[in-house]
Nanobody, 124 residues
Framework: QVQLVESGGGLVQAGGSLRLSCAASGRTFNYAMGWFRQAPGKEREFVARINWNGGTTYYADSVKGRFTISRDNAKNTVYLQMNSLKPEDTAVYYC??????????????????WGQGTQVTVSS
């Protein structure tokens, strides 16, 4: 069992920055990790993922060049640095652990443990 707790959300003006954190506890923190988000009235969508040692990352086109995912395994924490924020980035952001597999996916079904989410609101 893995417990995930997100933090760092808040209200920011367009063009601003936020850094989200996802602290993990429980079993060994050697999972690939992902960030997802869900805007009001929309389906939850993939944002970014990182492999177990931080050597490989992948981003949704909508955030590429603005968001950076990273991790510190010594602290059992994954981060999402969000720059140049836009009103359309407003959503609840969730982190999740990727099910162990040979390849990584953006599909939510491949992610097993989820945090409770943190709200990000970007004002125009």
């Amino acid at each position: 069992q893995v417990q995930l707790v997100e933090s760092g959300g808040g209200l920011v003006q367009a063009g601003g920055s936020l850094r989200l954190s996802c602290a993990a506890s429980g079993r060994t923190f050697n999972y690939a990790m992902g960030w997802f988000r869900q805007a009001p009235g929309k389906e939850r969508e993939f944002v970014a993922r990182i492999n177990w040692n931080g050597g490989t990352t992948y981003y949704a086109d909508s955030v590429k060049g603005r968001f950076t995912i990273s991790r510190d395994n010594a602290k059992n924490t994954v981060y999402l640095q969000m720059n140049s924020l836009k009103p359309e980035d407003t959503a609840v952001y969730y982190c999740a652990t990727h099910t162990p597999s040979l390849g990584l996916s953006t599909a939510q079904a491949m992610y097993k443990y989820w945090g409770q989410g943190t709200q990000v609101t970007v004002s125009s």
